[in-house]
């Protein structure tokens, strides 16, 4: 299957496909590879879609390791707060429940806010910050799902060219970013800005946030524009993410009569 096929095959791009998108389909595909990487490992097909059971796969077949983070169980709170953070995405959209009730694992880590490795399959760890209050916990709920899906993406076909370089530096001021790297984090704020421009509760802050990721959003684009680098896939996800973005600010441009 080459990449024009695999993504008429699974719709289009999670979190931005929405009325396409097919995650069964993409779900299908990657443990069709993780099979194909360790055809013995297991007997069923859908044994390689469990987290703990793809990591053994990626520890025997992959050619990097993942950085080692340290981590604890969420408490029961904690899960709590998950529990409720998903069931308002999901609320808010609800082609995004299959997106949400992927398997998965959660993971606590003692700083930082949250973090994701495509060589530790679905796995989210969350740090302090994710739970400082609801807002923050929905969206990086959001971020880091977005960065589990598009991982699958790029399991299937890499992202980015064997060439591509790694000093691209995100609309944030973080340096050193792959082509990649700038991809996911299109991907995350173009998620994220539909979430909240699809509440019905909208205030003020949450409308600047949203202009905010809409803007970060183009900013990545931009970046991704000047120096493409991207493979066959990653240049259907980015047509995806810019016609998503034209969608998102096209709102903001007809009320202040500004663009980006």
Known sequence: MNPQD????????PFVDDATFKPKSLLTAVAIV??????KAYPGLGEYLDPEKAERVFARSAASK????EWTDLSADETDAVDRASAQVVQTTPAWEALLRMPKRYR????????????????????P????DDETLVETLIHEHAHVWLHFIA?????????APHDYVLPSGTPNKSYRGVLLAAHFAAAAASALGRRDDATAATEERARFLTGYLGGCLDALNERPYGTPIGDLVQQSLTRRFEELARPAVATTGMSR
């Open 129 to 132: 910050r994710a739970f400082r």
């Open 34 to 39: 993780r099979r194909s990487a360790d055809p």
């Open 66 to 69: 993942p950085e080692h983070i």
């Open 6 to 13: 695999l993504m008429a095959e699974i719709g289009g791009v």
């Open 155 to 163: 399991e299937i076909y890499d992202l980015q060219s064997a060439e």
């Open 108 to 127: 606590r880590m003692p700083s930082s806010i949250s973090s994701t490795s495509v060589l530790i399959p679905q796995t989210i760890y969350l740090g």
